[in-house]
């Protein structure tokens, strides 16, 4: 079974703070995602690596960036907490499928919420 | 621009009363398109993956089937443990590893 695990369920900050959260992954994946979650609003990717230390930018990379010094391991860091940037967060991991056609395996995500 | 959308929104339904949930695409060169399960406040479940028309999948009581426009999650006698929202993704030949979600449907099973 896949396995992707988040470092915290829910998640408590300040505006101002930095946030790090973390994603591990036990499948040797070589991708991993980060992915917000708003409602109405649908998953919207954040940012992505496709290898240890290569990181792209996905749709809504403004005011985070990423860590990837491990293949099992993709950070995700807030560098100064806005109160836009609560939300649902999930990391995703993928697998090679069909012709390119990778499916994803997400964690349980982190709820944050920043006051 | 390449779009995916599911409907209905939400949907209810009775214990054993059949239905089905829609994701329509309009993107250039599928790769693959994806149906998720995710309950309240945890994260997408992986159910199936589907490449080419004509192409199904099942598990217990969902099927999922696709065509060139559009793909279709039946689900058959359908019990209250089965409400969640239902999201669809897709992949395409441009677009790296980047997938493209609708916003999912809400389903509710009443027992």
């Known amino acids: 079974d896949v396995k992707v695990t988040q470092s915290s369920r829910y998640l408590v900050k300040r505006t101002g703070e930095k946030v790090f959260l973390e994603c591990v992954q036990d499948?040797?994946?070589?991708?991993m995602f980060w992915y917000r979650q708003d409602p109405g609003l649908g998953l919207r990717l954040i940012y992505f690596?496709?290898?240890?230390?290569?990181?792209e930018k996905g749709d809504i990379p403004e005011g985070y960036s990423v860590s990837r010094e491990k293949k099992e391991r993709f950070s995700l860091i807030l560098e100064s907490a806005s109160t836009n940037q609560t939300s649902m967060y999930l990391c995703?991991?993928?697998?090679?499928?069909?012709?390119?056609?990778?499916?994803?395996?997400f964690g349980p995500g982190t709820r944050l919420t920043v006051l | 621009e390449d779009q995916v959308t599911q409907s209905p929104e939400a949907l209810r339904l009775q214990e054993g009363e059949s239905s089905s949930l829609n994701c329509s695409y309009t993107?250039?060169?599928?790769?693959?398109l994806f149906w998720y399960r995710q309950d309240p406040g945890k994260g997408p479940e992986f159910l199936f993956t589907?490449?080419?028309a004509g192409e199904e999948k099942e598990k217990e009581r969902l099927k999922a089937t696709l065509t060139k426009k559009e793909s279709f999650l039946h689900i058959t006698a359908p019990k209250p443990e089965d409400s969640a929202t239902y999201l669809c993704?897709?992949?395409?030949?441009?677009?790296?590893?980047?997938?493209?979600f609708g916003t999912g449907t809400r389903l509710k099973v009443l027992a």
């Open positions: 995703a991991s993928s697998s090679p499928g069909t012709g390119g056609a990778d499916t994803q395996y």
């Open positions: 499948m040797d994946h070589e991708n």
């Open positions: 690596s496709y290898d240890v230390k290569m990181k």
């Open positions: 993107v250039s060169g599928l790769r693959g």
């Open positions: 589907l490449y080419s």
């Open positions: 993704a897709v992949t395409i030949a441009s677009g790296t590893y980047k997938y493209i």
